[in-house]
């Protein structure tokens, strides 16, 4: 198995194989760094989830229950909402469920803050963060994730991607999809290393500051990698978080049911923007 088949994330409007995109790998973060404090900043994006106005597809909710370009990846069908699955508040505490139907398939829950129209919350610069607490076990994928999409190239930004196989790290990535020639599509990633098990221990804040030079991820409110900003970003983002499961890796021991748990999702813009 490919580490690019691994680390990838599949975006259903590419028609390219995600082995046929390069990726460029970084090393270990050796060490935390700068910090970031965004009580400064101006809040423009604050979903507490104190309840959760979703929908399967839009229009008028401020989550839909599906990409905006309307298409499943990895080995759980994502759902649409229900009364009690695949979301769940309570307390201020989003509750996304993975879990096998009767005939044996896995379903589980996406969120996306636009919809096929393209209607909604969506930022091109500034710090978007999560906190969040993710499943153990193998096979469980859950994601923080950013998407720009353009006619000719669309820019995703996994601000976590988190393979249960690998309780000791997370994977941070940007990805530049061409979408004319996806064999000309580029990758990087950055594996973050945890104490192992911490991830699903704990709550912990992921997030990432786009700038118009560069992007800073950070974990806890400490950075983590910088890559500069490609000058394909011509568009604003849409924040998706999902529950994903396999990402190229076996589910047979997926725990059934999975929860992720999220605190909140907030978006700033920062000083200038």
């Given amino acids: 198995m490919s580490y690019i088949s691994v680390t990838i994330r599949i ?9 046929a995109v390069p990726v ?4 270990m973060v050796a060490a935390e760094t700068e910090a970031i404090d965004p009580t400064s900043f ?22 839909t229950a599906h990409t905006p370009w309307n298409g499943d990846f990895g080995d759980a069908r994502f759902t649409d909402p229900g009364p009690d699955f695949p979301f769940t508040t309570r307390n201020g505490i989003l509750r996304i469920e993975a879990r096998k139907t009767a005939n044996g398939k896995w379903e589980s829950g996406l969120l996306a803050s636009t919809d096929s129209n393209g209607d909604g919350f969506k930022q091109r610069y500034g ?20 998407a720009s999409r ?17 309780p000791g790290r997370y994977t941070a990535s940007l990805h530049i999809w061409d979408r004319k020639a996806p064999a000309l599509s580029k990758s990087s990633h950055q594996r973050v290393p945890v104490d192992e098990g911490t991830l699903s221990a704990g709550f912990h804040t992921y997030g990432v500051a786009v700038e118009a030079n560069q992007i800073r991820y950070f974990f806890d409110r400490r950075e983590v990698w910088s890559i500069a900003t490609p000058r394909e970003l ?10 994903g499961l396999g990402a190229g890796w076996p589910i047979d021991n997926a ?13 700033w813009s920062l000083p200038g923007d």
């Fill in 255 to 267: 725990p059934n049911p999975s929860v992720m748990e999220v605190d909140y999702v907030r978006v």
């Fill in 42 to 63: 101006v809040l423009t994006f604050n979903e507490d989830f104190d309840w959760l106005d979703v929908s399967a597809r839009g229009p008028g909710t401020r989550w």
């Fill in 234 to 243: 011509e568009h604003p983002f849409t924040i998706l978080i999902d529950l």
């Fill in 150 to 166: 353009g006619t000719e190239k669309a820019i995703e930004v996994d601000v976590t991607e988190h393979y249960g196989h690998f």
């Fill in 24 to 27: 460029i790998s970084s090393s």
């Fill in 127 to 146: 710090y978007f963060e999560m906190r969040a607490r993710f499943p153990s076990g193998e096979g469980v994928w859950p994601a923080f994730w950013l």
């Fill in 11 to 19: 975006f259903i409007f590419l028609i390219a194989a995600a082995s």
